[in-house]
């Protein structure tokens, strides 16, 4: 059973920062598996839809929503099945429920889902 957990939230003043980590476990998950995955952080508000935050690919390109770019940066660690995403110069406009995803062609697994909470 394929698992994709979340950590690194929590509650932080504007203009702070987290790293939010999405750490993949299960049998079907080698390192190999692992890195064919992209895998995309997404968050969702209160009353507000689900948006894509950033998505980094199996070759390591990534791409960010315009509301994050040269704030937050997304990275990879196939070894330890992990994906990051470092968050800096925090607004409350970021708080959020975050969720990261791992796709494949053919799978598609989802984390739990962290909050975030941009306050001071």
């Known amino acids: ?31 190999y598996t692992f890195s064919t995955y992209a895998v ?3 968050r969702q508000a209160p009353g ?13 390109t990534t791409n960010y929503a315009d509301s994050v770019k040269g704030r937050f940066t997304i990275s990879r660690d ?4 992990s994906v990051y995403l470092q968050m800096n110069s925090l607004k409350p406009e970021d708080t959020a429920v975050y969720f990261c995803n791992a796709q494949s ?11 975030v909470t941009v306050s001071s």
């Open 40 to 42: 995309t952080w997404y």
């Open 105 to 115: 062609y053919s799978n598609s697994y989802w984390g739990q889902g962290i909050q």
């Open 78 to 81: 196939n070894v330890k099945r």
């Open 1 to 31: 059973q394929v698992q994709l957990v979340e950590s690194g939230g929590g509650l932080v003043q504007p203009g702070g920062s987290l790293r939010l980590s999405c750490t993949a476990s299960g049998f079907t998950f080698s390192t």
């Open 48 to 60: 507000k839809e689900r948006e894509l935050v950033a998505r980094i690919t199996s070759a390591g």
